[in-house]
């Protein structure tokens, strides 16, 4: 089934119009927050607060002109008013986060950049799309650089599917003694957090950008992380205003790209390269997932077409190759199940090639604290 576009899904709903106001919603910059996923639209009118209440037939309006596009499953359209100018209030334990304040046009990257003390580097794992691995990937690496000895964290900043209370095999709420700082929730060894501890797995989350800020900041500078050698961000999928939000937003020491072979150009994934170099955040390299496949019954290795799509473009990039990880059901069973191939077998291959990946990222973290990293390459879009 052919995708819908965000452009398809407003054009539909420049036939709802604001019965106070003789315009469209479109046109009087009430829709935000477009998400579209799989065919599950989802996005924001914003009102003023004292018309809420009756303007519930124009949100119904919007939800049915865009269920009626070809491609749409479901379509999820809220509310939302913003709040007003203010000091932010603090969430307590259990609710989302509030919306921060946006940033000021044009401001630099570097005032918005929230301070995280104790934690001596953030690091984000990024994709071009979403499947590729991304989050098995920040899971077993985090696991990797613990199983190491390092003091790690995970904020899994997928906001937009939330997959590290699965994955780290978490579940409860963070506790806040003081009502102000939440404690982080812990396995393995290592320190999670994730808006999906905060909010039910079927809610449906509208994110404008001042609350993508407004969340993450949070579950930065709110949550009681300690001291940290690494904090490894689980970043959204792809590279659209969220992401660049976040690269933005994060004081991010490097960022690791996760591709699958498949796409033997990586346009997607040289767009993630972009998208951080824009942000002046050093690529500390690519890794392969699924990237050749063990047979489960044999153990026996079968190439995939475009294995090895990753290493030569990181190398035509300029940019270091991590490492390759195949495509394994023992990989997926694991990290789905709460106990990623790490922790749960060490001593398999898997887990090695996971521990020699957290090595090397390590490494290059060193490399760059004491200035021995290279100067991050130019991208080039062709
Ligand atoms: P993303 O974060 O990129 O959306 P996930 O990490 O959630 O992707 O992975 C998507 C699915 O693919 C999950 O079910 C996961 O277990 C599975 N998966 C990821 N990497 C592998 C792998 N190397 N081998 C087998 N399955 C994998």
């Known amino acids: 089934m052919?995708?819908?576009?965000?452009?398809?899904?407003?054009?539909?709903?420049?036939?709802?119009?604001?019965?106070?106001?003789?315009?469209?919603?479109?046109?009087?910059?009430?829709?935000?927050?477009?998400?579209?996923?799989?065919?599950?639209?989802?996005?924001?009118?914003?009102?003023?607060?004292?018309?809420?209440?009756?303007?519930?037939?124009?949100?119904?309006?919007?939800?049915?002109?865009?269920?009626?596009?070809?491609?749409?499953?479901?379509?999820?359209?809220?509310?939302?008013?913003?709040?007003?100018?203010?000091?932010?209030?603090?969430?307590?334990?259990?609710?989302?986060?509030?919306?921060?304040?946006?940033?000021?046009?044009?401001?630099?990257?570097?005032?918005?950049?929230?301070?995280?003390?104790?934690?001596?580097?953030?690091?984000?794992?990024?994709?071009?799309?979403?499947?590729?691995?991304?989050?098995?990937?920040?899971?077993?690496?985090?696991?990797?650089?613990?199983?190491?000895?390092?003091?790690?964290?995970?904020?899994?900043?997928?906001?937009?599917?939330?997959?590290?209370?699965?994955?780290?095999?978490?579940?409860?709420?963070?506790?806040?003694?003081?009502?102000?700082?939440?404690?982080?929730?812990?396995?393995?060894?290592?320190?999670?957090?994730?808006?999906?501890?905060?909010?039910?797995?079927?809610?449906?989350?509208i994110w404008r950008g001042p609350m993508v800020m407004g969340a993450l900041q949070q579950m930065l500078r709110d949550v009681k992380w300690g001291e940290l050698d690494v904090l490894v961000v689980d970043m959204p999928p792809g590279t659209g205003d969220a992401q660049l939000t976040m690269a933005q937003s994060v004081p991010l020491a490097g960022a690791i790209l996760v591709s699958t072979p498949q796409d033997i150009a990586l346009l997607d994934a040289r767009r993630g390269l972009n998208m951080f170099q824009r942000v002046n955040v050093p690529i500390l390299g690519i890794i392969e997932n699924m990237s050749y496949f063990n047979c489960p019954n044999c153990g026996h290795r079968t190439e995939i077409f475009s294995h090895g799509g990753a290493r030569a473009e990181a190398e035509k990039l300029g940019v270091d190759f991590l490492g390759e990880v195949p495509l394994d059901v023992a990989i997926r069973e694991t990290s789905d199940g709460g106990r990623p191939i790490v922790v749960s077998d060490p001593e398999s291959d898997n887990a090695k090639r996971f521990r020699a990946i957290a090595d090397k990222v390590w490494d290059l973290l060193a490399a760059r604290k004491t200035g021995a990293g290279k100067a991050p390459p130019r991208i080039v879009i062709q």
């Open 2 to 205: 052919a995708q819908v576009s965000d452009q398809e899904i407003l054009e539909a709903l420049k036939g709802v119009r604001d019965p106070d106001r003789d315009a469209d919603i479109v046109n009087l910059g009430m829709v935000s927050g477009l998400a579209v996923k799989d065919g599950n639209v989802a996005f924001a009118i914003e009102v003023d607060p004292e018309r809420g209440d009756r303007l519930e037939p124009v949100r119904k309006a919007a939800e049915d002109a865009v269920m009626g596009l070809a491609g749409v499953v479901s379509v999820s359209a809220v509310l939302t008013a913003e709040r007003p100018p203010g000091p932010a209030p603090q969430s307590p334990p259990g609710q989302a986060a509030r919306p921060a304040p946006a940033p000021a046009a044009g401001a630099e990257p570097e005032a918005q950049k929230p301070l995280v003390p104790g934690v001596d580097a953030i690091i984000a794992v990024a994709s071009g799309k979403g499947g590729v691995g991304k989050s098995t990937v920040a899971v077993n690496l985090a696991l990797g650089m613990a199983a190491a000895g390092h003091k790690i964290g995970v904020l899994d900043a997928d906001i937009y599917g939330p997959s590290m209370p699965r994955m780290m095999g978490i579940s409860g709420r963070p506790a806040s003694p003081d009502g102000k700082v939440l404690i982080p929730m812990e396995n393995y060894g290592v320190k999670c957090m994730s808006i999906g501890f905060l909010v039910a797995e079927d809610t449906p989350m």
